[in-house]
């Protein structure tokens, strides 16, 4: 079984395993990063875990040249972003927030 340190271990990866990454590595990586340090607790973070063919194909169509096949080979591409609107949902997901006016 893969571990954190063999998904993050290393900065850059150019060849990839040709073997699926699990749903509790993917839960583990999201459960890593949302521990980050956040405003009145609030969590901005968004992931998507790209797997499938299908997913992947309209991924490769925003890419840079240079990235096209590695994202190909790779078993998951993780994108993540920061949602901007985040704080619009803060009442719903975090009542208790000193952000909340």
Known sequence: ??????????????????QPVSHDILEKIY???????T???????RITFVQSTAEKEKL????????????????????????TKFYKLMEQYNPGSPMIA
């Open 39 to 45: 405003s009145g607790n609030s969590c901005p973070l």
């Open 60 to 83: 490769i169509k925003c890419l840079m040249p240079g990235n096209v096949d590695k994202t190909k080979s790779a078993p998951v591409t993780a994108i993540f972003a920061y949602d």
């Open 31 to 37: 459960d890593t990063m949302k521990m980050g340090s």
């Open 1 to 18: 079984m893969r571990t954190i340190d063999d998904v993050f271990g290393d900065r850059t990866c150019y060849k990839f395993k040709n």
